[in-house]
T-cell receptor, first 117, second 112 residues
Framework: DTGVSQDPRHKITKRGQNVTFRCDPI?????LYWYRQTLGQGPEFLTY????????KSRLLSDRFSAERPKGSFSTLEIQRTEQGDSAMYLC???????????????FGPGTRLTVL | AQSVTQLDSQVPVFEEAPVELRCNYS??????LFWYVQYPNQGLQLLLK??????LVKGINGFEAEFNKSQTSFHLRKPSVHISDTAEYFC??????????FGQGTILTVHP
């Protein structure tokens, strides 16, 4: 079990640039989640996938943000035209799906820290 | 909508003393509650979880929490803390499909 991995671990970019982050979940987990954590706050839910289907998006996810999970395995989160307010830690988590649609523990990756200058 | 409130942003305590980190939740739907820990420069790790059944939940590293429906609380306790317990602790509410709502976090600092 290699756990959830995220790449890159750190990203520094200039305002207005596009960035893309990747998340590789634990292989048998069909649910994948993205969260954002700003300094001094707890993580906030952004979106989640069940297999390749994106089933919910938070209002935090503006139209500059897009997430995909094309083959139901890894996922990407893209931010277009980055703003300084996008600076945060972006966390990915995965979980298996239990019977009756219930979920189980989410396992978190180490996160990608984005700094927008 | 589900919300989670951690009542203390910082809790200093001496080594081997007991500690309680307080958490209140509000929800009108099924309740799933978790405590996650984030050690310095590390990712989030699950300490314990309440999905159903016994209201006293035991987790890793000697932590336990009690689900109290009447008081809408899920306080985390440890009878004797170690220096290595210094970390940020998050109380988390979850839906049946997995969307998590995190509290603001409590920084536990254990002093020698």
């Amino acid at each position: 079990d290699t756990g959830v991995s995220q790449d890159p671990r750190h990203k520094i970019t200039k305002r207005g640039q596009n960035v893309t982050f990747r998340c590789d979940p634990i292989s048998e987990h069909n649910r994948l989640y993205w969260y954002r954590q700003t300094l001094g706050q707890g993580p906030e839910f952004l979106t989640y996938f069940q297999n390749e289907a994106q089933l919910e998006k938070s209002r935090l996810l503006s139209d500059r943000f897009s997430a995909e999970r094309p083959k139901g395995s890894f996922s990407t989160l893209e931010i277009q035209r980055t703003e300084q307010g996008d600076s945060a830690m972006y966390l990915c988590a995965s979980s298996p799906q239990l019977s009756q649609g219930r979920t189980d523990t989410q396992y978190f990756g180490p996160g990608t820290r984005l700094t927008v200058l | 909508a589900q919300s989670v409130t951690q009542l203390d942003s910082q809790v200093p305590v001496f080594e081997e003393a007991p500690v309680e980190l307080r958490c209140n939740y509000s929800s009108s739907v099924s309740v799933y509650l978790f405590w996650y820990v984030q050690y310095p420069n590390q990712g989030l790790q699950l300490l314990l979880k309440y999905l159903s059944g016994s209201t006293l939940v035991k987790g890793i590293n000697g932590f336990e929490a009690e689900f109290n429906k009447s008081q809408t609380s899920f306080h985390l306790r440890k009878p004797s803390v170690h220096i290595s317990d210094t970390a940020e602790y998050f109380c988390v509410g979850g839906t049946s499909y997995g969307k998590l709502t995190f509290g603001q976090g409590t920084i536990l600092t254990v002093h020698p």
